[in-house]
């Protein structure tokens, strides 16, 4: 069955550009265990740390399409919502969880400069796990869906986590008992706009990075996203394909398996072909390890065999270790050297 969403209401990604070489695997047979696509997503786990993930068959994954294309609209509204509006929910309520903005240089019809603009908003807020912070009416009328959208996307990372623990040979349950949804963590959706803007390599640049948490599920409706070819090292365009999502491994991943895992280099830059000239919009979920849970390699399985490394011997729990990579002085992104400091003055996720 093809879900409907509404790519084909958008002009098309150009057929004539290099695009990435993501695998697609199948959550409807993750799902039924089936141990070819198993194995598919652990090899592209490894190698390029990207994958499709074809909703298409499963039940959940359909909802999540379906509701992805409901939070599509609804994030639309919210950007439109006046920038004070906006603001009052922005990082002077708190420093991540929050709305935030960056400002271009070309500005709109009223002569206000443009916006690149996200919203991040707590799993814990959204699951019950903690007392909500404010945020706009249009959030809270919307709460069914956005829960029942977090719950099946962490559904799914559970699941995800449990073949990549068979295949790291690690105790059954390892990598899920770091990752409770009960539990209090940095996981969050994300809300993001960014103007139309012509190209430019400067901010390009700053924009270039690693997820730092562990599992990402990404929804985009426009080209844009660009990963760093690990063999060529090009930079090239993740074409968005309908029901499915782009999911991406992060560092916390590469962390606990000593560099098993790869956590690949990417970058947002304007929507290629006739896609130029539109607003574009992604629907982000990051999930992260628990607030207590210390950053460093497991013991057990596989990850025994990886040579000890005397960098990073630092204890840091997950909760510091992502407010010390999106705000404070562990700026940078992995790459196959290990960590790059970069980007001390930027704000990114
Ligand atoms: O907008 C996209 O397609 C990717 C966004 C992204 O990489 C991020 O928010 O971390
Ligand atoms: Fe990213």
Redesign the pocket.
Known sequence: MTIRTSHSTLPPFPDDIVTAPLVSVSLAKLEADDKAEEDAFFEASKKLGFVYLDMTGSTRGERIVDGAEKLHKIQQEFFKLPNEVKEKYGTSMDRFYAYHYSVHVTRDPNGQPLRNEHYNMRKDDIVGNCERLPCPQMILDNQELLETYVRDCRAVIDLMLEDLNTHLELPPGTLGNLHRITERSGDHA?F?QAPVSPWDDKRISLGE?T?FGTL?I?F?WLG??QIRHPETNEWVYVKPVPGCAVVNLGDALVKFTAGILRSNI?R?VPPPGQQAGIPRN?L?YFSRPEDVVIMKRLKGGIIDAQPETAAETEEITSHDWIMRRAHGDLRGIYTAKGFEFKFPEQSR?
Do not use: C, F, P
């Open positions: 994300r993001v990075h997820d990402t990404l985009n844009g996203l990417h947002v992604s982000v996720s």
